[in-house]
């Protein structure tokens, strides 16, 4: 059987981490399985809906690397759900409804009162109204009793036909309803698999039951648990944790945010650290868990770090947009000298720049220090400035050699102070290999500044 998924947003908002979190998952076990994922456009609620949304997603789609054919948006389709829809009220499997606003609304609040659960009372059921302004409403067979399907995770599911009623399939104005769209659409987008949230599992019954009636396809239902957030809340696309984009923002690489996405869900032998590769070949349904996930970002920074440390270094360069007046390769030196220190790509950019501009900031016995060993430094420079082969090795060499003769004291005081000239920043790594990346002029002339300082 050919596999084919789907990831099917509606344009409501960005993409969130729990939708990001199914279009991987869809996306994976196509791949795992060869088969075909595509994006669907689920734009039916239109006062909502807005195309810089589309673009949005597809933008955070693309940086997570998930590709897929040209999406379909079902707006664009509207005629094929009247068809359908015609094609029920032909054969008795649906009607048409005139009831107005105000009486819904009144059986619905006498139906809360008195305790029952709130429902269309079919009133227009036997009715032959064919009114412009009528929706058009499913006809729930009165013979059945229970609707069930499979859910991968769960197993058999059941709801008492009951706890139904005739919902709305097509909106007086023509515009189909949410779970009327979504099993037409999977039915002839020739959907095999569908693997979505588990808050869908009340509309899989109510597409069961229309796919019974229009005689539609009947996928693969898998529902995965929801995503929460830390305090333990059911993650909503409105927290501004959630938006994709935003992790791209602060620095997290798409291969950290995967690997994390994945595994709020997936695990195979507890590997935590997993690439994209490894996930297409491992991914299956039998991974998935079914207890819910705490989003945690400690835990997605480890990752990052882990990642960032896997990326060769000239294309991390090539992602940070911002320092384009250096080249690629005098990027990717920098990057490999903090690659397993930084936990963000943000951090490297902040890095680069102290690189590029380093901010000179020091403290009261800082400043004393550099006063005190003025003349220390011009020695050191003196020395530095002699060298004719530019290179690490040689560097360390003269540093060591010219430390020697002081206590290791003096060193350990020095250095820091040292790298604030050179890069703006008390830590990080060797003097030499800093040195070795700015070159002479650069070096020298920093480390000149100290005179200003005593
Ligand atoms: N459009 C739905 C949503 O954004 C998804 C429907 C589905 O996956 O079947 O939640």
Redesign the pocket.
């Known amino acids: 059987m050919k596999v084919t998924t789907r990831f099917?947003?509606?344009p409501t908002g960005s993409l969130h981490l729990g939708g990001a979190r199914t279009a991987l998952f869809n996306w994976l076990f196509a791949k795992n399985k060869g088969g075909e994922f595509l994006l669907r456009f689920?734009d039916t609620d239109i006062e909502r809906s807005n195309i810089s949304y589309c673009e949005q997603i597809e933008e955070a789609l693309q940086w997570l690397g998930i590709d897929y054919p040209k999406p379909t948006f079902q707006t664009q389709k509207i005629s094929r759900y009247k068809d359908i829809a015609e094609n029920l009220l032909k054969n008795g499997y649906a009607y048409y409804c005139n009831c107005s606003q105000e009486r819904l609304q009144s059986i619905r609040t006498q139906q809360i009162a008195q305790g029952t659960l709130p429902k269309y009372d079919g009133q227009c059921r036997n009715k032959s109204i064919l009114d412009e302004g009528s929706v058009i409403r499913i006809k729930l067979p009165s013979e059945q009793h229970s609707l069930s399907f499979n859910d991968t995770i769960r197993g058999e599911l059941t709801i008492l036909q009951e706890q139904l009623d005739d919902f709305i399939i097509l909106r007086s104005n023509g515009i189909p309803t949410?779970n009327f769209a979504?099993i037409i659409d999977d039915n002839d987008q020739e959907i095999s698999h569908?693997i979505?949230g588990d808050d869908?599992i009340t509309n899989t019954f109510k597409q069961k039951a229309i796919s019974q009636l229009a005689k539609l396809n009947w996928p693969s239902f898998t529902h995965v648990p929801l995503l929460l957030d830390q305090q333990g809340k059911v993650l909503s696309k409105r927290d501004a944790a959630s938006n994709v984009l935003q992790y791209r923002e602060n620095g997290f690489t798409s291969e950290a945010l995967n690997n994390y996405l994945l595994r709020l869900g997936w695990s195979k032998n507890n590997l935590e650290y997993i690439t994209m590769k490894e996930a297409i070949r491992h991914f299956s349904l039998s991974g998935l868990n079914r207890s819910a996930c705490k989003i945690d970002i400690d835990k997605l920074s480890w990752l990052n770090k882990q990642h960032i440390k896997n990326i060769p270094p000239k294309e991390i360069a090539m992602r940070l947009i911002h320092h384009k007046e250096e080249t690629i390769e005098w990027l990717a030196s920098v990057i490999t000298l903090y690659q397993g220190r930084v936990e963000t790509l943000k951090e490297l950019e902040e890095i680069i720049q102290s690189f590029l501009y380093p901010q000179l900031l020091f403290n009261e016995d800082e400043l004393l220090f550099c006063k005190d060993n003025n003349t220390l430094l011009i020695n050191l420079i003196k020395q530095i400035n002699n060298l004719v082969d530019w290179n690490k090795q040689c560097l360390k060499d003269i540093l060591t050699t010219y430390f020697e003769q002081f206590d290791t004291n003096l060193s350990s005081k020095f250095f820091p102070i040292l790298r604030i000239f050179l890069i703006g920043r008390s830590h990080g790594p060797s003097l030499e290999s800093i040195m070795e990346i700015l070159g002479k002029v650069k070096t020298i002339k920093r480390l000149e500044l100290m005179g200003e300082y005593s």
């Open positions: 099917a947003p509606s689920e949410f979504v569908v979505r869908h």
